[in-house]
């Protein structure tokens, strides 16, 4: 895939968090093979599984991860046959020191806080001519939604007012009702992921969330196909990542 995160066909393989079977599951049952992380020592309990915390798949067959992740989940992408590239910044347990790859691109542009990220990473995405977009909020990721090249939803102030300026169609929700143990909460985009041009997939059900019908009516006006792969409240898992 050229641009991972906003695929053109249904997905064949994705990376989800190594905790959640149930989402796992869920997505095997729709024909998709799944690549559980490992857990990061150096992270903190939430998010030392997360996926887009330790990784950024590129695109053209290759991703990027963080220098010293686990051995196991290395050779996990390896037997894909996918060209691992290791990233520059080694990952500590807290903020600012673990958010280095977590980049949210959308087509040819990609939204983080450039004071921290991987130069690695940075270098092979300005070689596909991905260019980016300096926001305050170093989570990224975590806080898009991605719903299609030139379209998200994210609960975080800043970012909507900077990607609005620079033309992307984009939904503020609420802050909350997205489960992150040990947190107040988690953030949308760390709970979903598109597996296909048009199919929307969600770590919970949607109906939990308190802006439930304001969410529903924009996928539904970006002709979103809506998948929910567990039941209860919604919940960060640190995204669902196409591989191929």
Known sequence: MKNPYVPDKKVRCVVVDGRHCDVA????????????????????????????????????????????IN????????????????????LGRNYPDNIAYNVARLGDYAFHNLK????????????????????????TKCNIAIVDNISFITSDAGIYKTASKEGFDCLLIEQGCIKLDGFDYGFIGGASGLIDKDVFCVAGDLRYHNEYKK??????????????????????????????
Do not use: C, W
Not at 37 to 61: F, K, Q, W
Not at 116 to 124: A, F, I, K, N, Q
């Open 116 to 139: 921290y990220t991987d130069p690695v990473l940075r270098g092979v995405l300005e070689k596909k001519g991905v260019k980016f977009i300096h926001v305050k909020q170093g989570y």
């Open 215 to 244: 969410i529903i009516d924009f996928l539904k006006y970006k002709n979103k196909e809506i998948i929910f792969l567990s039941s209860g409240e919604v919940k960060d898992i640190g995204s669902i990542i196409p591989l191929y």
């Open 25 to 68: 599951n869920s997505l095997k049952k729709i024909g998709i093979e799944v690549v559980m992380t490992e857990r990061h020592s150096s992270l903190y309990e939430a998010i030392s599984y997360h996926p887009d915390i330790i990784m950024h798949n590129v695109g053209d067959g290759q991703v990027v991860l963080a220098p010293d």
């Open 71 to 90: 051995g196991n989940f290395v050779k996990k992408i390896k037997d894909l046959n996918l060209d691992v590239i290791f990233g520059k910044t080694v």
